[in-house]
C-alpha cells in the first residue's frame, strides 16, 4: 500500500495553475489584490488538474492518537492517562477541536493508533459510508499498532513493520474519508509528550539544531526543556536516522500518530485532495511525508504557525507559508479548523466572482 501511494503521487499540474493565473487577471479586483489567497488558489487548481478546482467541502477531520515511551524522561508534566481521557472528550465532543469543527460544518475522526492506557469508556461503533462525515457524531476507529512506543532516548521507539502499519494506517483512513467525499483533509493529533518526537523528527529531517527544533509543549519549566533538549540531540546521536530512509527515521524516532499523520498526508496526496496541516505534530509529519514524496507537498496547505520553533523550522523547510498566525499550540487539529474559511474562500473566488467582461466593467 505505501508504495503504490508513493507512485501514485504527481506534482501540481501547470496547465491549471497557468489558467487559474490568467484567470485571476480577469476577475473584477485589481490583479494581486487577494494576495496569498491567489497564489493559494493557484496551487490547489494544480493539485486538481481543473481550473478552478473543486471548492475543498466537506472537510474532515483526522485526530491520530498515540502514546510515547519517552514519557519515562519527564518531558512533560502531563500524565500519560490524559491522553486516552481525551478521546473520551473528543468523542463527547467537548474539545475545543469539537467546537471549532460544528463551527465549520466539518466532521471529527479519532483514530487509535497506540494509545497506552484503557480508554474511560467503550467509545461507539464506526461509521461507514456518508455517515463518516456526519459532522454532528465524532467517530471513533479502533487501529492500535502497539500500546505506546517504546522509550526513543534508550532504543528504536517502532520496529519497521510497526511504522508501516502506522503509515498505512494514515493512508487508509484518508482513503475513507476521500471516498466518503471529503474535499479536504484536515489533521489532528492526540498524545502526551508527542512534542518530543516532532522535534526529533523535525530536526532529522532538517538538519536543525534541537534547540531551535525543540519548544516547550504544553509549557514546561527551564529544568524540564532543557532535559527534552537533551533528549532529543541524545536520540538524534543514538540512532543517527537517515533522512533518505524515510521509514527509518519514522521508526528511530517517531511516534504512532506522527507516522500515521504521514500516511494521511500521502493518501490524499495520491488522490488530489487537499489536506490542511495543524500545528508543530502535523508538519513534523508532513517532513516526514515530503521524504518519501516530494511532490506531496503540492497538497499540503500550511494552516497556522505554531509557536513551537520546530514548527516554523519545518514550514520553511517544506517552503510553505502559513495563513494565520494567532500564537496557537494547543493541537487536535485547532489550528487547521481556524484556518479551514480562508482555504474555502480562496477557491470561492475563482467560481464565484465576475470577469470584466460579463459584469461590464471597465479595465484599467
Not at 500550511?302 to 502559513?322: F, I, K, M, Q, Y
Request: hydrophobic share 50%; glycine share 12%; charged share 15%.
Amino acid at each position: 500500500m505505501l508504495e503504490t501511494t508513493i507512485a501514485a503521487i504527481r506534482p501540481l499540474d501547470e496547465s491549471a495553475m497557468t489558467d487559474a493565473r490568467e484567470l485571476h487577471g480577469r476577475l473584477t479586483k485589481p490583479a494581486g489584490s487577494l494576495g496569498a489567497l491567489e497564489d493559494l488558489s493557484v496551487r490547489l487548481a494544480g493539485l486538481a488538474a481543473a481550473c478552478p478546482p473543486p471548492v475543498p467541502e466537506p472537510a474532515a477531520v483526522a485526530i491520530f492518537a498515540g502514546d510515547h515511551g519517552v514519557h519515562a524522561q519527564g518531558v512533560t508534566p502531563w500524565p500519560q492517562e490524559v491522553t486516552g481521557q481525551m478521546i473520551g472528550n473528543f468523542l463527547a465532543g467537548g474539545a475545543v477541536v469539537n467546537a471549532f469543527a460544528r463551527q465549520a460544518g466539518a466532521s471529527v475522526t479519532v483514530v487509535d493508533v497506540g494509545v497506552a492506557t484503557p480508554l474511560p469508556a467503550q467509545p461507539a461503533a464506526e461509521a461507514s459510508g456518508p455517515a463518516i462525515l456526519d459532522p454532528s457524531v465524532p467517530r471513533f476507529v479502533s487501529a492500535t499498532v502497539r500500546r505506546g512506543t517504546r522509550d526513543l532516548a534508550v532504543t528504536a521507539a517502532l520496529t519497521r513493520d510497526e511504522a508501516r502499519a502506522a503509515v498505512q494506517t494514515g493512508i487508509r483512513i484518508a482513503d475513507e474519508l476521500i471516498d466518503a467525499g471529503a474535499g479536504i483533509l484536515l489533521t489532528g493529533d492526540m498524545g502526551i509528550g508527542n512534542t518530543t518526537p516532532a522535534a526529533t523528527l523535525i530536526a532529522a529531517f532538517t538538519g536543525a539544531d534541537p534547540l531551535d527544533a525543540t519548544g516547550r509543549g504544553t509549557g514546561v519549566d527551564d529544568p524540564t526543556y532543557a532535559r527534552k533538549v537533551a533528549v532529543v540531540r541524545a536520540a538524534l546521536a543514538r540512532h543517527a536516522p537517515d533522512p533518505a530512509d524515510p521509514l527509518g527515521v519514522l521508526a528511530a524516532v517517531g511516534g504512532l500518530e506522527h507516522a500515521a499523520l504521514a500516511g494521511l498526508i500521502l493518501g490524499a496526496a495520491a488522490r488530489r485532495t487537499p489536506v490542511l496541516l495543524d500545528g508543530v505534530i502535523a508538519v513534523s509529519a508532513a517532513v516526514s511525508a515530503a521524504a518519501f514524496a516530494p511532490d506531496a507537498v503540492g497538497a499540503m496547505v500550511a494552516g497556522h504557525r505554531s509557536t513551537e520553533p520546530g514548527a516554523t523550522v519545518a514550514l520553511r523547510h517544506l517552503g510553505l507559508d502559513p495563513l494565520i498566525d494567532l500564537g496557537l499550540r494547543l493541537g487536535e487539529g485547532t489550528g487547521a479548523l481556524l484556518a479551514l474559511p480562508v482555504v474555502t474562500g480562496a477557491v470561492r473566488v475563482l467560481h464565484e466572482v465576475a470577469t470584466f467582461d460579463s459584469a461590464g466593467v471597465a479595465e484599467k
